[in-house]
């Protein structure tokens, strides 16, 4: 049966192999100063991979076209006089779509000799102000790398100091808990951008990110320029892509994780304005909805979508609107007959949701060479919310668990660039936020034997940012960027100044050596702040007292660029928290360096916090890397380094995110087949240290019917080693106007069901492992058009 359902499917793609044919395409896009952000005219771009496809240069605006290029991948080159040769090398031409560009060109300080710059094999960050720390990533390397499922996230998981957090998408970056990552849209923070995150998390398990209107983007792992607020363990800076201004573009997807379509095109012929649109409903609940039974423990439901409008001008400047949101819930009722319960969780019912969005307005003005203005003003909001009734065996429900976090932040981001000359940049700016918050939660206490309140907050806050930077480049082969951040915190009543430096050194022959140092700080999840516990007579958290956690900061790196686009980066890092949110009780070693969301306020051990933890990241990262060029690609990295925190004990513990070790190898590789069609393979090996946990005090947690820990010994346990492999294979099939991609991906290829330590289950009222999930297998089908 299972062979004649996929019968329709192979008969399709045979009949569009068959169908495939070699026509060609055109490649276009703009060429910018990248100091500037100034169109460039005049400059020569030409197609390596091909000498008969009749190069081309730039216009007035700065735009290019190349016509009668071959489906396929190419390398794409522009040069101009005075400025450094640019080299893109995985370009891909299909026959679905017309590849757009903007390519930004550096002015060339040192003219005796001329530089070309690889784009692709120097990862270098889009933010000019950024020297260490940093890399570039495209939406294609997203979508091709293995167990990537489409998510920066994840894909990041390969990335030097970066170790997976868990099943969904939450990363530890450089022994930092993964709620101290930062998202940012367009230059501006937004909410955790993923599916059913949890309370004060950045992750999730499903991401709302479409990476069809994604454009090239920064990660950072730390030491962040002095522009970046409210960070202090690394942060994504994502961009959106511009849409096709001269004609519409239609691409839609089916697969696992959802069915979705991305619309794209110019408002009216002949405009520069263009839309860019993405919408995605899960597919598991249209399977429900077509009447089949997918799971007896509820169905994830989540929609999601993400748009940008940009619309230029020709005197006021470009303006642009844009945004991310997504709705999700997740429900499941037990079942009417309680002689077929074996567990308290077989008993309840249980509704989970996660509502999220963020969007903003954006006016970018260039006035001229040396000056340009950005301002953005954007509104975010995210809700997350719980449901629990506990059944009895007439099915009369009784209140186990309610709770609601509701967070809204209106912003304002201002930024000013001024360029003296192509080797001195002068950047400052201010930023505002609004934050609104409405914090409820409940849950049934065992001791108690009733409900307990842990949170009963609503207000709002603010927070206020300004920074100043100052990048010279001295000669060819130093450059230095200077800057100071301030921050003011009104829920604490709180000052904090922020000095960074960061500096390049280029000997020659590739080599880069850097160095930044810096202070960062973060405010924490507001839950937090006002969290309290009837069991302990302390009142919680002084919001007037907690003030923001702290980091310094100090990263050396080397970098060499070999030839074939290969790359070789070493990272050695120190950071030292201070200021550190900890409880209040000697006796409890509670850190929030030590958690990675809000579940920590239900236990009974939760007291109200003070500011007077620290703890110490330090570790050596290094990777090799080369991008895809010649058909192949390989990524191998590994980390080396050390996580520990100290609560009011002062006695020194391991975070949990404390592997010490980690190491991953992605690569693949890529085959022409037939005449213009591409098929695909690829696979990522991942191995890292064990997790950190607890010993559980065993009589005491079943007196309370919750996991207790031995307190003395927090994260003396180490879990066995972490292993995966992720395995995924494409195949794109060009037709004559129409592209088809088919993606299977396999997450946990061996089905190894790693473990992160035991706990107490109180469903089960047992101490057993915690076991990640096993394999997980997607297929995605996407039609361009």
């Known amino acids: 049966m299972k062979l004649v359902r996929i019968l329709p499917i192979i008969f399709f793609l045979f009949q569009a192999t068959l169908l495939s044919a070699q026509n060609n395409k055109i490649i276009k896009g703009t060429v910018t100063d990248r100091l500037s952000g100034l169109p460039l005219s005049g400059v020569s771009i030409k197609l390596l991979s091909d000498v008969t496809v009749k190069a081309s240069s730039t216009d007035e605006k ?117 709620k101290s990552l930062q998202w940012r849209l367009e230059g501006i923070e937004i909410i955790n951008p993923n599916h059913f995150g949890a309370e004060g998390s950045s992750g999730g398990a499903v991401s709302m990110i479409n990476t069809g209107i994604l454009g090239t983007s920064d990660f950072y792992t730390g030491a962040l320029p002095a522009e970046y607020s409210n960070a202090s363990a690394g942060a994504f800076d994502l961009k959106f892509r511009k849409g096709n201004t001269e004609k519409r573009e239609y691409a839609l997807t089916v697969g696992v994780l959802g069915a979705g379509l991305t619309l794209e ?150 930024v000013l660039n001024y360029n003296f000359n192509a080797a001195n940049s002068l950047r400052a700016g201010i930023n505002a936020s609004l934050l609104g918050y409405n914090l409820r939660a409940r849950i049934y206490d065992a001791e108690l034997k009733r409900l307990k309140e842990l949170l009963n907050q609503e207000g709002n806050t603010s927070s206020y940012d300004a920074f100043v930077q100052y990048k010279a480049e001295l000669g060819a082969q130093l450059t230095i960027n200077t800057g100071i951040h301030a921050n003011y915190f009104n829920l604490s009543d709180s000052w904090i100044i922020e000095p960074r430096l960061g500096l390049n050194w280029k000997p020659g022959g590739g080599q880069t050596i850097s160095f930044a140092a810096g202070l960062y700080s973060r405010i924490e999840p507001l839950s937090f702040y006002f969290a309290k516990n009837e069991k302990v007579n302390t009142a919680p958290s002084n919001p007037e007292k907690l003030k923001p956690t702290k980091s310094a900061q100090a990263v050396v790196g080397y970098e060499k660029l070999f030839s074939g686009n290969l790359k070789f980066k070493t990272e050695l890092y120190y950071q030292h928290q201070y200021d550190v949110p900890v409880s209040s009780d000697p006796s409890v070693n509670f850190s929030l360096l030590n958690v990675s969301d809000n579940y920590a306020i239900t236990s ?128 794109r099939i060009n037709s004559k106007k129409v592209s088809h991609l088919i993606i299977l991906d396999i997450q946990n290829v061996m089905n190894r069901e790693n473990t992160i330590g035991t706990h107490y289950n109180a469903s089960k009222r047992v101490i057993e492992p915690i076991k990640w999930i096993g394999i997980i297998p997607t297929i995605n089908y996407r039609l361009e058009f």
Do not use: C
């Open 265 to 414: 095109g110019p408002f009216k012929k002949g405009s520069d304005a263009s839309y860019l649109i993405s919408y995605r409903y899960s597919s598991l609940s249209l399977l429900e909805k077509a009447g089949l039974d997918i799971s007896d423990e509820g169905v994830p439901k989540y929609q999601d979508l993400s748009f940008n409008v940009v619309v230029p001008t020709k005197k006021a400047g470009t303006f642009s609107l844009f945004g991310i949101g997504g709705t999700g819930d997740l429900k499941t009722d037990a079942e009417r007959d309680y002689t077929k319960w074996e567990e308290r969780m077989d008993g309840r019912d249980m509704n989970f949701g996660f509502d999220a969005a963020s969007a903003g307005l954006k006016h970018l003005y260039i006035a001229n060479s040396k000056l340009y203005l950005s301002n953005i003003i954007s509104y975010s909001g995210s809700r997350s919310s719980s449901l629990v009734d506990t059944l009895s065996n007439d099915y009369t429900p009784s209140l186990n668990e309610k709770t609601g976090f509701t967070n809204t932040a209106i912003r304002y981001a201002g």
């Open 62 to 178: 700065g735009q290019f076209q190349l016509t009668s290029v071959p489906l396929g991948r190419h390398i794409l080159q522009a040069s101009a006089m005075g400025y450094q040769t640019s080299t893109l090398s995985e370009v891909l031409v299909t026959s679905g779509k017309e590849p757009v560009f903007n390519i930004e060109m550096e002015q060339q300080l040192n003219n005796l000799k001329e530089v070309v710059v690889n784009a692709n094999s120097g990862k270098k960050p889009l933010n000019q102000m950024a020297l260490t720390s940093a890399r570039s990533f495209s939406p294609e390397e997203t979508n091709r790398y293995a167990g990537g499922f489409f998510d920066p996230a994840r894909m990041a998981q390969s990335f030097a100091g970066v170790v997976a957090g868990g099943d969904d998408n939450e990363i530890i970056v450089r022994g930092n808990s993964p």
């Open 604 to 731: 009974s051990s939760f007291q109200s916090l003070v500011n007077k933890g620290t703890g110490k990241n330090y570790g050596l990262e290094v990777s090799l890397e080369k991008s895809l060029s010649k058909g192949y690609y390989y990524l191998f990295s590994t980390s080396l380094f050390d996580s520990k925190f100290k609560a009011l004990s002062g006695k020194a513990f391991n975070t949990s995110f404390n592997t010490r070790y980690s190491a991953n190898l992605v690569l693949g590789k890529e085959w022409k087949s037939g005449k213009s069609n591409l098929f695909g393979l690829n696979s990522k090996f991942i191995y890292a240290g064990g997790r950190k946990y607890s010993p559980v005090l065993v009589e005491e947690s079943f007196r309370l019917d919750e996991e207790v820990i031995d307190e003395n010994r927090v994260n003396t346990l180490t879990a066995d080693p972490y292993f995966r492999i992720d395995f995924s294979s494409s195949y």
